[in-house]
């Protein structure tokens, strides 16, 4: 069975930096690929990054020179109020090397952390 769980989330104020965790059960770390995704309360849910089972990356314009990542991890810098949201890793399997960028290309989910930067 394949199990995703976010961790490291809290509450901080802008300017700071959190590293949030997704802990991945169930797949070999060479054959899938990583997604993080955010949702704000109502707002639509947006990519954030991806890796690929390659480690490639790929990050939104929104976070891309702030958010750094690995393969277990999300690293937020320089955090912004617009950061604010529930952030979701994903899973799928892949073996071309892709970074997939599409929520609905994940077939596994976790149940989401949440991130709050205060101004």
Same mark, same amino acid.
């Given at each position: 069975?394949?199990?995703?769980? #976010?961790?490291?989330?809290? &509450?901080?104020?802008?300017?700071? @930096?959190?590293?949030? *965790?997704?802990?991945?059960?169930?797949?070999? %770390?060479?054959?899938?690929?990583?997604?993080?995704?955010?949702?704000?309360?109502?707002? #639509?849910?947006?990519?954030? &990054?991806?890796?690929?089972?390659? @480690?490639?990356?790929? *990050?939104?314009?929104?976070?891309?020179?702030? %958010?750094?990542?690995?393969?277990?991890?999300?690293?937020?810098?320089?955090?912004?109020?617009?950061?604010?949201?529930?952030?979701?890793?994903?899973?799928?399997?892949?073996?071309?090397?892709?970074?997939?960028?599409?929520?609905?290309?994940?077939?596994?989910?976790?149940?989401?952390?949440?991130?709050?930067?205060?101004?």
């Amino acid at each position: 069975e394949v199990d995703l769980m #976010e961790s490291g989330g809290g &509450s901080v104020q802008a300017g700071r @930096s959190l590293r949030l *965790f997704c802990h991945v059960s169930g797949l070999s %770390f060479e054959d899938y690929s990583i997604g993080w995704f955010r949702q704000a309360p109502g707002k #639509e849910r947006e990519v954030v &990054s991806c890796i690929s089972s390659t @480690s490639d990356t790929k *990050f939104a314009d929104s976070v891309k020179g702030r %958010f750094t990542m690995g393969r277990t991890f999300l690293q937020l810098n320089n955090l912004k109020p617009d950061d604010t949201a529930l952030y979701y890793c994903a899973a799928r399997f892949d073996y071309s090397g892709r970074c997939y960028m599409t929520a609905n290309e994940y077939a596994y989910w976790g149940q989401g952390t949440q991130v709050t930067v205060s101004s």
